[in-house]
C-alpha cells in the first residue's frame, strides 16, 4: 500500500514535466516544414489541390494551430491519445501493438548489460591490473566506441549471412503459425543480434562503472574491518563490498532507461523489428503528430515506471536511503 | 513411304522429350527455371508503411506493390505493352470520343463471394477516380456519368473528347475497380476495406501486421483457371536498406522492387548468381533526374543561363560513375522507354564548359575576382541515394563555371512544402515519372495554370501560351498519330526553352531470386497482378 502511494506520488509530481513536453513537442513540429498530407502526397508521387484540402479536412489540420493544441489537450485529458494518420486508427492501439516488442528488447537488453556488466566489473576489478583486466577493460573500450548500427550490420552479416545461424531481421517466422513454447523459442532466435547489438554498448559502461566502483569500496575501512574478523573472502565479495559498489550502476540504470529507448530506433530500423523507436521515426517523417505524441507520452511513463523501481531498489540495497 | 518416316521421326521425337524429361529430374534446376511450378511462398521487399491498400484511391507505386495482387484494373498491359483485357474484356470509342464502352468480363466474383457487375465500375469510376484518386481525378475531370445497361456493360459518357488510346494507357495505373457493396453508403476514405481489401485478383488478403508483413494467399476461384501458381504472397516490411539488402542476401526475401536497395549493393546482385538484377518489367515506369529552375530567379529566367547550367554538368559520367550504369543521359520529358510518343531530334545539350562559360557571359554575368559569378540554393527531393548524389554533382560542376551552390536538404514532407507551397528555392531537383502517356503525369510539369502548392506540377514561375496550347490539343487529340506528333512538337519545344531540365533517364531496378519464374514479365510487373508468377523449390 505504501508502495502504491509512493507510485501514485511520483506520477502526480511528474505532471507539469508530461505537460510541458507534449506542448513543447507539438508546437516544434509545428516548426517543421510541411505537415502530413505533405508526407502523404510525397508518398502517393502526386495529388491535386483539390484531394489535399479535402485531406487536410479530414486529418483536422485545416483549424489554427491553438485550436489543434486545446483539441489535443481536450483529448488527452479524456485519455483518449487521438487518431493515428498513418495507421487510420486510435493511437493508444497502434501503440499497444508495438509496445511488446519494444519491452522485450529493452528488458532482455537491459538485463543482459547489467548482469553481464556487473559479473565482468567484478572479474576485472578483482584481477586489477592484471591480463584479465585489460582483456575486458579492453573489450569494455571497443564495446562503446563502436556505433550500434555497424555492431548490427556486422552482425547480420556473419551470423545470418556468412553462418547462416541466425535470421537477419524481423520479429518473428511469418506465417509459421508457432504456439505455445516452439513461438518462445522462434521468437527469441530473432532477438538475438538485436540483443546483444543493443546491450554492449551499456554493457561497456556498466562494467566500468562497476570495476571503479569495487575498487573504491574495497579500500574502505568497512572491508578491512571484514576481512580483520576473518569473514571469508567470497563472503567479503558478495555480502559486503557488491552491495555497497551496486548503487552506482543502479542509479546509471534509472539515467539510461530513456536512452535506450533513444538507441532502439537504430536497432529495430537494423532488424526490422516492429518497435516504439521506429514508429517514433516513421511519425516524425510522416508528420503524425499524434502518434508522436502518444509515443512521448508512453515512453514517458515507462521512464518513471523505471525509475520508481530503481528507487525501491535503493531503499532494498541500502536501508539508509529509504 | 514419306508417312511412315513422320511416324518414325515423332517417336524419336517423343523418346528424346521423355529422355530430356527423366534428365530434368535427375538434375534438379536444369530447366526447371522454364516451366512454372504450382505452390510456395514468395516473400516480397516493402520498404515504407502504406497507410491503405485501395488502389482505386491512391495511385502509388507502394500500394500496387501490394493491392495489385488482390485488386485487379479493368485493363492492364500485356507483355508486349499493349492494353490487357481484365475485368474488361472489350472496349470501343464513337467518333466524337466523348463516349466510352467497356465489355466487363463475366462470372468474376468478388473475394466475399458477390459478383463483380457493371455497377461496381460504375461506383468506382464516379465516387472514387473522380473525387479522390490523385492523377485520376484529372484524367476523369470531364466524366459526366458512367451508364450501366446491362450488368457486364459500362459506358463513360465525356463532356470532352477523351482518347480511347490515353484512357487504355492510363488505365493500368489508375483503373482499378473496388466493390460497391462494400463501400457504398460509407466513407470511402475511412471504410475498413481501405487496409484490408477485397478484390476480383489472383490473391486474397489476409494479414496486415503494421510494420511487420502483409499476407495474401491463393484465390482458389479466380477468373483465370489453374491460375495463380503461388499459395501466398508476403511483404516483409524493412525500411531500413542496408537491412533489406542482407535480408535478399540471407534468402529471407526473393525480390526488391522500385530500386530499394542501396546502389553498392545493386551492383554488387549484379555479380551474385543466386540474384538476377535488372531494369526489364519497369519499361511502363521511367523516371528522370531533374533540375527544376526557379524561374522567379532573375538569373535562372534567362534561358541562356539554363542552357549553361546544362552544357555544365557531364550527365554521362555521373551515369557510369555514380549510379554504376543504372541510368543514362535523359533526352525530354519523354523517355526512350516510350517508343509510341518517343521523338527523335529534339534540340540536346552536349557536356562543354566552355560553352557553358561563354553563355555565362554573354548572359552578363562574368567572373567576380573571387572567380564567382553568382550563388543559388539548390534543393533536393529526399526520394534516394541517386538524389543526394547528383545535387553534390550539381553543386561541384556549377562551381567550376562560377556557379556558387548551396545544398539545402530536407525531408518528404519539408522538401514538398519548401519547393512547391512556398516557392523556397533556386534549383530543385528530384524525380519525374513517366507512367505510359505523357497527358497522364509529364505535361503536368508544363502547363501553366496549377495552383499554388501541388507537387510535381509547374511551380517554377514559368509560362507559355504555345506550349500550353500543344498540350491541350495533344490532350483531346483522337488520332494516335497526330497525338504522337503533338507531343514531338512539345518535347522539340520545352527542350528548346528548357523550363525545366530532365538531365538523367533511368528505370527502376528489380532484384529477384534466381528460383522465380515469370517475373519482370510486363512493362510494369512489380506493379501488376503476379498471377503467372512461380517459384522452383
Known amino acids: ?322 | 513411304m514419306p508417312d511412315r518416316t513422320r511416324v518414325c521421326i515423332t517417336r524419336r521425337l517423343i523418346r528424346l522429350f521423355l529422355g530430356s524429361l527423366a534428365l530434368c529430374a535427375t538434375m534438379p534446376g536444369a530447366l526447371s527455371a522454364a516451366e512454372p511450378q504450382r505452390g510456395g511462398v514468395v516473400n516480397v521487399l516493402m520498404n515504407s508503411e502504406q497507410r491503405i491498400l485501395n488502389p482505386a484511391l491512391r495511385a502509388s507505386t507502394g500500394v500496387y506493390l501490394v493491392a495489385a495482387k488482390i485488386m485487379e484494373p479493368l485493363v492492364d498491359l500485356d507483355t508486349t505493352g499493349k492494353p490487357e483485357a481484365m475485368l474488361a474484356t472489350s472496349w470501343s470509342t464513337t467518333p466524337d470520343g466523348k463516349t466510352i464502352t467497356f465489355k466487363l468480363r463475366q462470372g468474376v466474383t468478388w473475394h466475399d463471394g458477390k459478383p463483380f457487375t457493371s455497377a461496381d465500375v460504375q461506383f468506382t469510376a464516379m465516387q472514387m477516380w473522380k473525387k479522390h484518386l490523385n492523377y485520376g481525378s484529372t484524367l476523369q475531370r470531364y466524366l459526366d456519368a458512367v451508364d450501366t445497361p446491362d450488368a457486364h456493360t459500362a459506358v463513360f459518357r465525356y463532356s470532352r473528347p477523351m482518347p480511347l488510346d490515353l484512357l487504355l494507357r492510363a488505365l493500368p495505373d489508375l483503373g482499378y475497380i473496388a466493390p460497391r457493396h462494400v463501400f457504398d453508403g460509407t466513407d470511402v476514405l475511412t471504410n475498413p476495406a481501405n487496409t484490408a481489401p477485397i478484390g476480383t485478383g489472383p490473391f486474397k488478403f489476409v494479414q496486415y501486421e503494421r510494420g511487420q508483413f502483409i499476407i495474401a494467399e491463393r484465390n482458389p476461384n479466380y477468373w483465370r483457371k489453374g491460375l495463380p501458381y503461388l499459395d501466398r504472397v508476403v511483404w516483409r516490411i524493412i525500411t531500413d536498406k542496408s537491412a533489406a539488402s542482407a535480408a535478399i542476401e540471407a534468402g529471407q526475401l526473393h525480390v526488391s522492387l522500385y530500386s530499394s536497395l542501396p546502389l553498392a549493393d545493386l551492383d554488387r546482385f549484379k555479380r551474385d548468381a543466386r540474384f538476377e538484377v535488372t531494369t526489364r518489367g519497369n519499361e511502363g515506369n521511367g523516371v528522370n533526374n531533374t533540375i527544376e529552375f526557379n524561374h522567379r530567379r532573375k538569373e535562372l529566367a534567362d534561358l541562356n543561363v539554363r542552357r549553361a547550367i546544362a552544357h555544365a554538368i557531364d550527365v554521362d559520367f555521373f551515369c557510369k560513375n555514380f549510379l554504376y550504369g543504372f541510368g543514362k543521359r535523359g533526352t525530354g520529358p519523354i523517355p526512350t522507354s516510350s517508343p509510341e510518343f518517343y521523338p527523335q531530334g529534339t534540340p540536346q545539350y552536349a557536356f562543354d564548359q566552355a560553352k557553358a562559360e561563354a553563355l555565362l557571359d554573354a548572359a552578363g554575368y562574368k567572373k567576380g575576382t573571387d572567380g564567382k559569378r553568382f550563388a543559388l540554393r539548390l534543393v533536393p527531393a529526399p526520394w534516394g541515394e541517386d538524389v543526394s548524389l547528383w545535387s553534390t554533382f550539381i553543386q561541384q560542376s556549377l562551381g567550376a563555371v562560377g556557379i556558387d551552390v548551396e545544398i539545402v536538404r530536407y525531408d518528404a514532407a519539408g522538401f514538398l512544402s519548401n519547393v512547391y507551397k512556398e516557392w523556397n528555392f533556386d534549383l530543385a531537383t528530384g524525380w519525374h515519372q513517366y507512367r505510359n502517356d505523357p497527358a497522364v503525369s509529364t505535361t503536368v510539369w508544363y502547363r501553366s495554370g496549377s495552383p499554388k502548392g501541388s507537387p510535381w506540377t509547374n511551380q517554377w514561375g514559368w509560362q507559355s501560351a504555345a506550349i500550353d496550347k500543344i498540350i491541350d490539343d495533344a490532350a483531346s487529340e483522337l488520332n494516335p498519330a497526330k497525338r504522337k506528333a503533338l507531343y514531338a512538337e512539345f518535347v522539340k519545344a520545352v527542350n528548346t526553352e528548357l523550363p525545366i531540365w530532365m538531365a538523367i533517364e533511368r528505370q527502376f531496378v528489380t532484384v529477384a531470386s534466381k528460383s522465380l519464374v515469370n517475373h519482370s514479365n510486363t512493362p510494369r510487373w512489380p506493379s501488376s497482378h503476379w498471377a503467372d508468377l512461380s517459384i522452383t523449390r
Not at chain 1, 509530481?13 to 509545428?30: K, R
Not at chain 1, 517543421?32 to 510525397?42: E, F, H, K, R, S
Not at chain 1, 489535399?52 to 483549424?63: K, V
Not at chain 1, 523459442?185 to 546491450?199: F, G, K, Q, S
Request: hydrophobic share 55%; proline share 4%.
Open chain 1, 1 to 322: 500500500m505504501r508502495v502504491l502511494a509512493l507510485a501514485g506520488r511520483r506520477l502526480l509530481s511528474s505532471l507539469p514535466t508530461l505537460l510541458i513536453i507534449l506542448v513543447g513537442l507539438f508546437l516544434l513540429l509545428q516548426l517543421a516544414p510541411g505537415d502530413t498530407v505533405d508526407a502523404l502526397v510525397a508518398q502517393m508521387g502526386g495529388g491535386d489541390q483539390k484531394l489535399t484540402e479535402e485531406l487536410r479536412r479530414f486529418y483536422g489540420l485545416d483549424a489554427p494551430v491553438a485550436v489543434q493544441l486545446s483539441r489535443y489537450l481536450w483529448r488527452l485529458v479524456q485519455f483518449d491519445l487521438g487518431h493515428s494518420a498513418i495507421y487510420g486508427k486510435p493511437v493508444a492501439s497502434v501503440i499497444l501493438e508495438r509496445l511488446p516488442a519494444t519491452l522485450l528488447l529493452m528488458g532482455s537488453a537491459l538485463s543482459l548489460a547489467f548482469f553481464a556488466g556487473i559479473v565482468l566489473g567484478i572479474l576485472a576489478a578483482r584481477k586489477v591490473n592484471q591480463w584479465p583486466d585489460t582483456l575486458i577493460s579492453t573489450l569494455g573500450l571497443v564495446f562503446y566506441a563502436t556505433p550500434s548500427f555497424w555492431f548490427g550490420l556486422m552482425g547480420i552479416v556473419v551470423f545470418a549471412i556468412k553462418l547462416a545461424w541466425l535470421p537477419p531481421g524481423g520479429f518473428e517466422t511469418v506465417g509459421a503459425g508457432y504456439v505455445g513454447l516452439a513461438r518462445v523459442l522462434d521468437i527469441a532466435r530473432y532477438l538475438v543480434l538485436p540483443t546483444l547489438t543493443l546491450a554492449l554498448i551499456f554493457l561497456a559502461i556498466y562494467l566500468r562503472i562497476m570495476r571503479a566502483s569495487m575498487l573504491e569500496v574495497l579500500t574502505l575501512d568497512f572491508v578491512r574491518t571484514a576481512r580483520a574478523k576473518g569473514v571469508a573472502e567470497q563472503a567479503v565479495i558478495v555480502r559486503h563490498v557488491l552491495r555497497n559498489a551496486l548503487l552506482p550502476v543502479v542509479t546509471l540504470i534509472g539515467l539510461q532507461a530513456g536512452t535506450m529507448l533513444g538507441g532502439s530506433v537504430v536497432v529495430e530500423s537494423v532488424f526490422a523489428l516492429p518497435g516504439l523507436g521506429r514508429l517514433a521515426y516513421e511519425s516524425v517523417v510522416q508528420r503524425d503528430l499524434n502518434t508522436l505524441l502518444g509515443i512521448v507520452f508512453v515512453s514517458a511513463l515507462l521512464v518513471i515506471a523505471v525509475n520508481f523501481i530503481v528507487d525501491l531498489l535503493y531503499a532494498r540495497l541500502d536501508p539508509r536511503i529509504a
